[in-house]
């Protein structure tokens, strides 16, 4: 199930008042100590999800009658909403002692990919993981990174938008494990408790982190919990705009800087599909898996640009992963390897492929057709076509990085 990719409302009111919402497809970390409101803002979640008629799953450690409790106090009627299968309640337990023993990351990769046969069984829209904690302390925090993508990617790729909750870091260990999660991770939502003089919890501050899109950036508010509403806060986002505006109209010419004069550090495009290379390669294998069992077949198309295109000044590496980017369908990735641009398309039909390489040509930044003819000059496109003698990402990607750079020009 593949959908389009947007915001949606996630019943926590600061977020969509701040961000508009979460991505669908996203997913995103909670991060708090006890009591601070967690499950709470995971109900609100799932509560939002139901009204926009999502079935959901909610993995817990708690009792469902203790759970059920939770719900009600911000007026959820957790049951009725079981009883119509609109809400799949997933009793988890922390892992014992004799289980981890012997390999604990093993043990603990199998019960994140088993993640997945849970959600490919109930098909959701969106999942609460309340929580993740004991599930996520490797030996080998490499091998957490590369289960934790796998896991996300491909339940991403289902339409689910994921909801992780994670006890607040106490240790430099478990403070790395949080910060490798949220790297891998669409957002972070971080919840700090406030205590009064008596050690009485009165609310805190929250704290939502953008990592991938939400360009607004990162806020901070406090907030309180108050019975019947859940976590609430108040965001007044309408007089900051104009507040920033105002100051600009005053402004005189001379001070504008010509964009060449600004030192940039390297670009960011805050979309989902550019991936590291070995990001990429896990996301091929996954790939790679799936059409060996269901024969889905998939294509990968090397987008390489002559040095010389750089040298005459016509087009830089950046230009064309521009031009790609906009070009491409939301479910297709991308990696850069050298001068090299491969995409992903998921899609088996030779004429997306077709498409896409309009789409490409259509967005070079041209000014007319003679301008466009001396570019696309030193584009080349090699599309490889995954097929049954392929057993691993290293072939595709040695087949795809060979010298072949003439196979076609865009």
Known sequence: MRKKIQLIPSGISFVDEAWGGLY???????????????????LQ????????????????????????IHAASINFDLQHHMDQNRVILIRINAPKEKDVEEDPDKYLSAYLQEIIAIVEQYQPGKIVFDELTPFVNFNDVNKLEEVYL????????L???????????VSPQSRDIVDLLQKNSTGLIQ??????SEGLFYGGSLIITPNIGHTEGQFKIDYSIQPKKGVVSEFISSTQPSDKLKPQKKKRETHYKALSEIETHGENFPVINF?????????????????KSTGQVFTLCSIFLDDIAGEKGLLTLNQLKNAVRLSID?????????????????DEDQKVVNSLLARIKSNLPVENSEQLIKIIQHISVYTLQVDENMDSADDLLKKILSDRVNDKTV
């Open 24 to 42: 669908n497809c996203g997913t995103y970390l909670l991060v708090g100590p006890h009591k601070s409101g967690r499950t709470l803002l995971g």
């Open 45 to 68: 979640f799932i509560q939002e999800a139901i009204n926009q008629q999502n079935v959901c799953i909610y993995f817990t450690n708690m009792r469902p009658k203790d759970l059920m």
């Open 150 to 157: 796998q896991t996300c990617e491909v339940i991403e790729n």
């Open 159 to 169: 339409g689910v938008t994921s909801l992780f909750i994670l006890s607040e870091p």
């Open 191 to 196: 919840l700090k408790k406030k205590e009064n």
């Open 275 to 291: 991936y590291n290379e070995k990001e990429f390669r896990l996301l091929l294998n996954n790939q790679l898996a799936y059409f």
């Open 330 to 346: 939301k479910k297709d990735k991308i990696t850069v390897v050298d001068n090299r641009i491969i995409v992903l398309v998921v």
